[in-house]
């Protein structure tokens, strides 16, 4: 191949990783943080740079929505109506939506991708005993080049399991836990 | 240095990265799925295209293979004789192998690379409670360039901590839990 | 842009990826290893090349140090005075600081980038019963573009929650856990 298309493979790549990225982003950016401040559920501030406007969602393994409905109805099922919160992630306290590096197969204008997830979330629970949801995961994203860059045009969720493990404060010395 | 050479290292450091990846795919696409869904052991599908035909995996920390054992002795121990089943993974439910992203020094037409891998194994149990077996580890990788692309001729595993997690399913309420 | 504009992109993206990943392999790289094997503290064999000369921490959320303290105050912090172990992390058995790709913004020789971290350490403990505190969170990092390359002056610690998981030993058979 020549520089030129070698620089374009290169940086289509690296807009893919970001794209897929952005939507770890748009879960964890909205979130309960520290005691009494403030946060949204506008989850759409990344996903909007995410997918394409007429993009679909098969999270049928999940549940719902599935296997091909729009992007927002997933961030409203998240998120509540509106995104006014009161969705699925409000009986969660925390989580984070941690995104492996995809494996991405590029053919001209459209793109597959392979990302494997960790997505961890702490329940929200009464006393020292508690829990957290581990889903582990693939993403299987269709991508297109548009105008704006690379956009997911459909995603179909697997998952390699669901567990819940069991968790326990007060086991440890704070000061051990700062990274 | 040159662009032509700029982006020589650039391709080199993203097929690496690939190679990487492709090792957890073969593990995670050949796992049990939905119920009554076929699957297979394969994982020398993507493995032949991870490793040198002559590559040799030290898992000695794990027992065995090691220190020089073909890789496909490996994954014979893993997925049983022929790939047929039987092997160590038959005591596990489900699982993920997610790499990170490697660092690399490339030396020509060799390279060295490290990678933190976060592997986590459902167990198989009956009832509510069950276990999930993490593996916090590291790849220390030595690569070669070949017609094919870059290929792993020696992997050695360090393992950071083997940790058996407790499980227990209904805590939450599962449409928590779609990604 | 150009296509040299587009490589010195490329290479910056790649150059921050590293120093960032550099930071996890700090921390795993310097600690216990296989019984009786020789290790020591210090992280600042990486962290020296992560971090500009003058950079500060803000790990404020964690208890400290914060808002701005020297990043060599933080590594005696987790390794103890003068690196000699007796820090934070001697509560510990093992640990992995598993980094993901940073999601980044340049703007000439000064860059923004946000990376999920989620940080798993091993307890120590008598008998089967065990612990793993499990810190994921997000690095919002400051870099800065030096004669020796990128580099991190100004780090700030997100944490999304902190979480010690219950573990015990012999639930399964070590065999099925080399990866």
Redesign the interface.
Known sequence: MS??S??R???D??EI??VV??Y??GQ?AH?P??AGAAWDNNVLEQWDDVFTPDATVD?G????PGPAAPYRE?AE??RGPGLQGGG??S???????????P?VTIDGDTAVA?T????????RAEGPD??????????HDDLVRTPEGWRIRHRR??I????????????????????
């Open positions: 520089i030129a070698d620089v493979y290169l940086l790549r690296l990783q970001d990225q952005r770890g982003v964890d979130q943080g520290a999270y393994v999940a549940g719902d997933l099922k998240h699925t992630m009986v969660l306290a925390n989580w984070q939506h941690f995104e492996a590096v494996t392979r494997s997830h960790l997505h961890t979330h702490r329940g508690g829990w957290n949801v581990v889903e582990a995961g693939t993403f969720l697997e390699h399991y669901v567990d819940v493990f069991l968790t326990r404060a007060g086991l440890f010395a704070k000061d051990g836990l700062d990274a």
